[in-house]
């Protein structure tokens, strides 16, 4: 039964993806209408403005995330995944936005769950992702027809090891404008509410990124949430952020605008290689790496970097003249870039090619680790409910 005296019971799964943790859920077992599901999902995470304390969510935006799994062919795919960043404070899900990391999750939990034919040594899950509209490849390692858990590949942010579960990004450049360049500028001019004007780079791969030189802000690039989550400092990006934002029509005329109710455009400052200290306490060499980079997520310093800003920021280093291949090492002539990040590196495959006085990306990848945390119900009050738009389909697949 879906009703246990006064709640609902809702089947998830909890997984982590990289350095993202949130919930899966089936389309078939959520409400059909969008805001009865949100409703129910915020519920779950417990977001309101004493925070998440009555629910799943962290407190933070890397464990407020969640995803969508259901059954599709479209483009060729085995299944669809819509992501949602869930709001910590507030009842509200930003679908605007898409999760390199969570995608991980996504993939692992479609072999794990039969969505898909398991292949002997790499499952390759095809996904259509409902938020930019493109493709992603997940490969998933199998052996002897087990999903090989146990593995030498490490993250930057996460602790232990495991087997190396790779996502891939296929033509994801324009996925949210239409375009890899917005503005059809490698390079745009800011002005920001002090009359300072700011050069910033602003690049569409999968997520909208804003690229902006950390000395432009009084910054060495090396900074760490102590100075990076400073009030003045959030100010002065979400300034460059709202004003990219508006700039490339991401809002509508009068919006109010704000870290917690619109996902992107993302901030990326960046700087550099240089030697570091990471949040853990860790150095970082500066021959080890290509650039350095702080990601700004709902307004906060991201303790790793997001895999669709890691994919984006690879392929703007790549982009002759932006601000990412301006200060990244010019002795870099591969597709391969390595990020150092507040917790760590990351490294990023990307494939770029010059298109009609622009450029396309062609494929970004990155190795990612993941794990199934638990699973069951999850319990809301069932008068968040009108039961009758309840859409849920029994193991024998008849609506109940």
Known sequence: MNIYGQLYKLPSVLMRGGTSRGLIFKDVDLPTDPEIRDAVITKIYGSSKNGQIDGIGGGTSLTSKMAIVGMTDTLGCDIYYTFGQVSTNSQKIDYHVTCGNMASAVGLYAVEEGL??????????????????RVMEVEV?????????????????????????????????GAITGELLPTGNIIDTIELDHGQEIEVTILDAGNVLVFVRASDLGLTGTELSDVMDQEDMKKRMEDIR??????????????????????????????????????NGERVDKNSIDIVGRYIS??????????????????????PGSIPNQVMSPSNQTDQITIGHPTGTILVNVHLEASNFSYRLVKGGIGRTARRIMEGDTFVPVDLLDTNSIHIKNKEGAQK
């Open 116 to 133: 898909v034919r398991r292949t002997e040594g790499i499952t390759t899950v095809r996904i259509y992702n409902t938020n930019t509209k």
């Open 298 to 319: 709902m307004g906060s310093l991201h303790r790793a970097f997001a895999v669709s800003g890691a994919i984006g920021l690879g392929a703007a280093c790549k982009i």
């Open 242 to 279: 709202v004003r990219c934002g508006k700039k490339i029509n991401l809002y509508e005329e009068g919006e109010v605008v704000t870290p917690e109710t619109h996902a992107l455009p993302k901030i990326a400052i960046v700087s550099e290689s240089a030697d570091y200290m990471t949040e």
């Open 141 to 173: 390692p199998v052996q002897n027809g087990q999903v090989v858990y146990e593995g030498d590949f490490s993250i930057s942010g996460v602790s232990g090891t495991g087997s190396c579960i790779m996502v891939n990004f296929i033509d994801f450049g």
